[in-house]
T-cell receptor, first 114, second 118 residues
Framework: NAGVTQTPKFRILKIGQSMTLQCAQDMNHNYMYWYRQDPGMGLKLIYYSVGAGITDKGEVPNGYNVSRSTTEDFPLRLELAAPSQTSVYFC??????WGTGELFFGEGSRLTVL | GNSVTQMEGPVTLSEEAFLTINCTYTATGYPSLFWYVQYPGEGLQLLLKATKADDKGSNKGFEATYRKETTSFHLEKGSVQVSDSAVYFCALSGEFEMDQGGSEKLVFGKGMKLTVNP
């Protein structure tokens, strides 16, 4: 079972560079999320999607963009990388349903901006 | 809005010790409550959950009871093992945020790192 797959696992960027973090799930989940995890700060929601073609901002969307052209894929784009975007990024998905809340997470992508 | 406050570590225990990780919440309505665990180098995974008051979630020897009167969901285990070393996150869901398109959100605590020594 693949579940939620994220690539790359590690990446180092220079300030001002751009990149895309890939996320794919094979569970036919409608809801997908991008979180960032900073040390001692828990998880912060960047963007989420409730289905193909629908995305919305979370708590910390600045400096990021997303798209959702298919149910399976939810890439996160970083434009003009800044040191403040150094973090571990997690993609997650769930099937939906009010109040269930159970998320399935990928293994994370560790990004360093120098 | 909804929020979660949990014990912050790090905490180090010896094998077979008793574990309690406190979690309290602030929420409108009737949220569902969760404990997620993150093992080293991995993503988060659901440990247990409770969807209504007085429900007890349990898994892998861990337990937590949804206490509406004290707005708490403390995680307990009677005898920890080295393999329980991980970061533990309390979370809640169920908020219907109109300003963000009306979608349900999952709110996480900051996480607590547990190390269990043999």
């Amino acid at each position: 079972n693949a579940g939620v797959t994220q690539t790359p696992k590690f990446r180092i960027l220079k300030i001002g560079q751009s990149m895309t973090l890939q996320c794919a799930q094979d569970m036919n989940h409608n809801y997908m999320y991008w979180y960032r995890q900073d040390p001692g700060m828990g998880l912060k929601l960047i963007y989420y999607s409730v289905g193909a073609g629908i995305t919305d901002k979370g708590e910390v969307p600045n400096g990021y963009n997303v798209s959702r052209s298919t149910t399976e894929d939810f890439p996160l784009r970083l434009e003009l990388a800044a040191p403040s975007q150094t973090s571990v990024y997690f993609c997650a998905s769930r099937i939906g349903g009010w109040g269930t809340g159970e998320l399935f997470f990928g293994e994370g992508s560790r990004l360093t901006v120098l | 809005g909804n929020s979660v406050t949990q014990m912050e570590g790090p905490v180090t225990l010896s094998e077979e010790a008793f574990l309690t990780i406190n979690c309290t919440y602030t929420a409108t309505g009737y949220p569902s409550l969760f404990w997620y665990v993150q093992y080293p180098g991995e993503g988060l995974q659901l440990l247990l959950k409770a969807t209504k008051a007085d429900d007890k979630g349990s898994n892998k020897g861990f337990e937590a009871t949804y206490r509406k009167e004290t707005t708490s969901f403390h995680l307990e285990k009677g005898s920890v093992q080295v393999s329980d070393s991980a970061v533990y996150f309390c979370a809640l869901s169920g908020e219907f945020e109109m300003d963000q398109g009306g979608s349900e959100k999952l709110v996480f605590g900051k996480g607590m790192k547990l190390t269990v020594n043999p």
